[in-house]
């Protein structure tokens, strides 16, 4: 039996609100600039985004869905996302998840993307 002691890593104090938000908003910004190339609209307002968790060692795990399962830049947009993401100075690392439960439909859609899509 050894008897080294085991160094644990110092566990992140929880980010506070304020962090939160100006990261949230940090997020929300960069998620803004990755387009399905079909469409003219970002994931963002495309609904496209299902969750987004933030650790309070500022790791970002986001679950994102396509406009369709057959997406011809299914392979490729979670690598624009990470690297979207991955801009944040403050993110230490992004992982992105392609979900497809539930399925994307066009009621995700915020207003502003219906408007740019002439679908109200």
Do not use: H
Not at 62 to 72: E, S, Y
Request: aromatic residues 6%; hydrophobic residues 40%; proline residues 11%.
């Amino acid at each position: 039996m050894d008897d080294a002691a085991t160094i644990e890593p110092t566990p992140s104090p929880p980010l506070s609100q304020a962090e939160l938000d100006a990261l949230t908003d940090q997020l929300i910004e960069k998620l803004k600039t990755v387009y399905d190339p079909e469409i003219p609209v970002d994931i963002y307002e495309l609904g496209l985004i299902y969750k987004v968790d933030v650790s309070d060692d500022k790791d970002v795990a986001i679950d994102m869905t396509l406009t369709a399962p057959g997406c011809p830049v299914a392979g490729e947009m979670p690598g624009w996302v990470e690297d979207a993401v991955g801009e944040i100075p403050e993110v230490r690392s992004v992982k992105v998840d392609l979900v497809f439960d539930p399925p994307w439909d066009p009621s995700r859609m915020s207003d502003e993307a219906k408007l740019a899509l002439n679908m109200f």
